[in-house]
């Protein structure tokens, strides 16, 4: 009966004493501390806890409860009383619990919060105690739960920890998805993500984390998979601070993460680490655009919004960690990046120029999507494929196809006689095969960069509209050319004329077009080289001009003097017909002139597409003389 009575004393005092934590006035100490206020002072084990806090998941979207566990690893442990709370990862209690085995548990509210800690409601022995638990509406950021779990009156063990779980916006499906469900609970959703959490290679640490509790954006395409990235930036959030981590490939001179609205240069808030005589800094800079000119400068930026937690040159690559607050107002513009969405923009180059850095020729890419930074993903640079085509089929198109056409229909009328191509004259079926394809090619390069752009461009450049000028032209002269009378027929000779007009219009329209390409922010091209290039051709293409009509002249003359002699001689019909049949004079020369051109464009071509394939490329310095 004694026993019985000391048990029941013992059960009262341990409700009463053991963390002690009431609504009404809970001592902050246990609030705060975690421990028990246990009559004479019994210390905490020191020993590895026998529990352990299970999470559902270490990333949880804002709106979702989070189901952990308390339990033991050790079948028929029990425990018979405990405190657990969320905390910040400055130690404030944080969220509240919205589920709990009430004839176990029950909440007390700390600090300001309610229904923030969960004790237990009796000393029963509990084997497990499944909880689940929300965040505070727009908190973003990393929590631990902490807590105190006593195995008896005198066996407790203080500050058991959960592993630490990221709050963010939304839990998002990213690219390229592995599914993991995780135990033990059974989760209420399936938390997919293509994280890398095992780093089997762990010379490199950086990829680490990637996509699990750090967003990840590098170059080239797919290198946070194969841990090979020349530039890499990696954002995670830390409650109200963003730490942005970049890395550079070891010849650049600074590298930079943007934040744009949209995937383009211009009016985007900049994070720069620079390497300043093998000492990192940390700046803030802007994006302007301006007569066509890109730049990027600290002017008038304050320096105070970033401050730079590491910054190092790892084997002569720049490594930095960058914080920035969530909310910053720069140049009247206001970054939430909890709220709302941005592009990444990646920048590296290997120059620096007095109050700011210098041209991105290491690496310039946009994040594919605008991605809310408060969400965990991969991201994969934007693709610049469709743009390229545009480039490639539009050089193919007006500098490769119609130079050639248009040269073969103007000056080899009469050469080639007596062969034949599915009927037609040789010159006649090449110029309308060529020309056919610079219809299709730069038709299908049209409709590429507007599905690339979904829409008008917004480059401050006469590009898109000469070019659509170019192309209204081009399909008046296939129209044109479709709808030829007959040699005979009284239209012909407006034909020939509207014909000869509408083509060279539409020629000269596409090389102007291409040239004002060449300072476009968006073709990363060599502008100065390109211009040259361009000015190349041209004059090329106005060299040959005069070289084949000034021979065209001089073959008609002695046609003429050959008419003269035939009426001269009356020659019979037969022999008459044969030389017609011949080529007109001074068809050796032009046919070689023609080849040599021909190696001219397909030199000029192959060199403008290597020079879209490896773009981008800085300037290249060069002088003629
Ligand atoms: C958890 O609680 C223990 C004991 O009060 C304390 O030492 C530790 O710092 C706490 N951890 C966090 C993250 O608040
Ligand atoms: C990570 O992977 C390596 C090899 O693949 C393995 O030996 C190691 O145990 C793994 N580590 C963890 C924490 O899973
Ligand atoms: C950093 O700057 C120092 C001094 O200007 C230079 O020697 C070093 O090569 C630079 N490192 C890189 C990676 O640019």
Request: glycine content about 12%.
């Given at each position: 009966m004694s026993m019985l009575l000391a048990h029941q004393i013992f059960i009262i005092f341990l409700q009463i004493q053991l963390f002690n934590c009431l609504p009404q006035g809970a001592p902050v100490s246990t609030c705060d501390s975690l421990m028990p206020i246990h009559g004479g002072g019994i210390p905490a084990l020191r020993t590895s806890p026998l529990f352990q806090i299970v999470l559902q998941s270490d990333v949880i979207g804002q709106t979702q409860p989070l189901l952990i566990e308390i339990n033991s690893g050790i079948a028929d442990l029990a425990m018979k009383g405990f405190i657990i709370q969320a905390r910040t990862l400055n130690g404030q209690q944080i969220g509240s619990f919205t589920s709990y085995p009430d004839e176990f548990a029950k909440t007390i509210d700390c600090g300001n919060g309610i229904a923030n800690t969960v004790t237990h409601a009796n000393t029963k022995p509990k084997r497990s105690i499944g909880l689940a638990w929300k965040a505070p509406d727009n908190f973003i950021g990393d929590i631990i739960f902490n807590s105190t779990i006593a195995q008896d009156y005198d066996k407790f063990w203080v500050g058991v920890m959960s592993s630490p779980v990221r709050v963010v916006r939304e839990i998002q499906t990213v690219q390229n998805t592995i599914s993991t469900t995780r135990s033990p609970l059974q989760p209420t959703y399936i938390f997919t993500n293509s994280g890398i959490k095992n780093n089997s290679e762990p010379q490199d640490e950086i990829y680490r984390d990637c996509g699990f509790s750090k967003t990840c954006f590098g170059v080239p395409n797919d290198c946070i998979k194969t841990k090979s990235c020349s530039s890499f930036i990696a954002v995670k959030v830390e409650g109200d601070k963003y730490v942005f981590e970049m890395r550079s490939q070891s010849k650049a001179a600074y590298i930079a993460t943007g934040l744009s609205t949209?995937?383009?240069?211009?009016d985007d808030s900049v994070v720069e680490c620079v390497n300043e005589s093998g000492s990192i800094k940390a700046y803030t800079s802007w994006t302007t655009v301006g007569g066509g000119k890109f730049d990027s400068s600290r002017?008038?930026?304050?320096?105070?919004?970033?401050?730079?937690?590491e910054g190092k040159l790892e084997n002569g690559m720049i490594y930095c960690q960058v914080e920035r607050p969530r909310l910053t107002t720069i140049n009247s513009q206001v970054f939430d990046l909890s709220k709302n969405e941005y592009y990444l923009l990646i920048a590296s180059g290997s120059e620096l120029k007095p109050f700011g850095v210098g041209y991105h020729d290491i690496t310039r890419a946009a994040s594919s999507s605008a991605l809310n930074l408060a969400e965990v993903s991969l991201i994969a640079a934007k693709s610049k494929i469709l743009l390229q085509v545009h480039m490639y089929l539009m050089a193919l198109a007006w500098i490769g196809t119609t130079s050639i056409g248009i040269i073969l229909a103007r000056y080899f009328k009469t050469t080639w006689k007596g062969s034949s191509m599915c009927g037609k004259d040789l010159w006649f079926a090449w110029h309308q095969l060529l020309m056919t394809l610079t219809l299709v090619l730069s038709t299908a390069a049209f409709i590429i960069i507007f599905v690339e752009l979904r829409?008008?461009?917004?480059?401050?450049?006469?590009h898109a509209i000469l070019g659509t000028i170019t192309m209204c032209l081009c399909f008046i002269q296939a129209f044109i050319g479709f709808t030829r009378p007959s040699?005979?027929?009284?239209n012909r000779k407006l034909f020939n004329w509207v014909h000869w007009f509408c083509g060279n219009a539409a020629h000269i329209f596409a090389i102007v077009t291409i040239f004002a390409s060449a300072t476009l922010e968006k073709a990363e091209l060599p502008s100065n080289l390109v211009d040259l290039l361009l000015v190349i051709y041209v004059a090329i293409h106005v060299i040959i001009h005069i070289l084949l009509s000034l021979f065209g002249c001089m073959s008609e003359r002695k046609e003429a003097q050959k008419v003269t002699s035939f009426q001269m001689t009356e020659m019979n019909q037969s022999r008459m017909l044969a030389t017609m049949k011949q080529d007109s004079p001074y068809s050796a020369f032009r046919k070689t002139i023609l080849g040599i051109y021909i190696l001219v464009i397909i030199a000029v071509v192959a060199t403008l597409l290597t020079l879209i394939t490896i773009?981008?490329?800085?300037d290249i310095e060069f002088s003629l003389v």
């Open positions: 949209d995937d383009k240069m211009g002017n008038g930026i304050a320096q105070n919004i970033v401050n730079l937690r829409g008008w461009s917004t480059a401050n450049n006469p040699p005979g027929s009284r773009a981008p490329t800085k």
